[in-house]
């Protein structure tokens, strides 16, 4: 189902959602799914937020992880999406992965209520590796989804991006290394994501975006995922031609995360 040399944590959290998958193809069908697709709007235009020649923020959803457990927040799902659409957020990513990130797809669902209102894309944060999946982000609310090319092998990955192209969702391409950079060039990627988290060490470091960021070509849309703590870190990003940066915990944590997304702008 994944590469065979993905690092651990994926093929954990891979076989977890195999068995969710299961039961939620049995609660709800493909053609279920289809039904509602034909009754939502298009999707916006994710990419189309994150041009500009200002460094651009995905705000991410995210209640919890592996390594650190849950955040307790304190906010409610439509809450944190208001508080990022009103101070400045392009998109709105939102995690939901149940069992290793605390995550529920019905999060995608109340994010888009309120981030559409104001005319914000959704990104889906999720480890995709069934079409049934795109079908159900559509479904949700997603104008565009993640796919991680760690985990997925060149013609798995290429089969989602025409799944997710036939519903007009558009995908961030999420990469680690240069051989899985290559891997999502080929691809024919529109929009890049470069990971500074190691999945195997869980160690960040803004280095693996200044390492791989001149290799992508300057048409493509660049974006600069984790580790961000500070605008300092960001303008460090902006100069080796990153678009966007992705960050999650360090808006969720905050006492205020609506003037925390002003002071990272």
């Known amino acids: 189902m994944i590469k065979s040399d993905s690092p651990n944590i994926l093929k954990e959290i891979v076989e ?32 189309g937020n994150l041009m500009s020649n200002q460094m651009q923020i995905i705000a991410e959803i995210k209640k919890g992880s592996p390594s650190k457990g849950a955040f307790n927040i304190g906010l409610t799902v439509q809450e944190l999406a208001e508080i990022y659409s009103s101070n400045g957020a392009s998109a709105i990513s939102v995690l939901t992965n149940e069992d290793h990130f605390l995550g529920d797809i019905n999060d995608l669902k109340l994010a888009h209520e309120v ?10 944060k999720e480890f995709i590796f069934d079409p049934y999946q795109i079908y159900e982000s559509r479904a949700y609310g997603a104008d ?33 290394d240069e051989n899985e950079l290559q891997i999502a060039l080929e691809s024919g990627a529109e929009i890049i994501g470069i990971n500074n988290r190691d999945l195997t060490t869980f160690n960040t470091t803004l280095e693996t975006t200044k390492n791989l960021a001149n290799l992508v070509p300057r048409e493509k849309i660049l974006v600069s995922e984790s580790g961000f703590k500070n605008k300092l870190e960001i303008d460090s990003v902006k100069s080796y031609g990153v678009n966007a940066v992705l960050i999650g915990e360090s808006l969720v944590v905050s006492d205020d995360p609506g003037k925390k997304l002003r002071e990272l702008l």
């Open 16 to 47: 977890a959602k195999k068995l969710r998958l299961k039961e939620k193809k049995k609660a709800l069908s493909l053609s279920d799914l289809e039904k509602s697709i034909k009754k939502s709007d298009y999707p916006l235009n994710f990419s």
């Open 115 to 124: 981030a559409h209102k104001n005319r914000i894309p959704v990104l889906r």
């Open 144 to 176: 565009a989804i993640l796919l991680i090319v760690a985990m997925l092998d060149p013609n798995h990955l290429k089969e989602l991006m025409d799944i997710s192209k036939s519903l007009w969702i558009q995908n961030l391409i999420e990469v680690h």
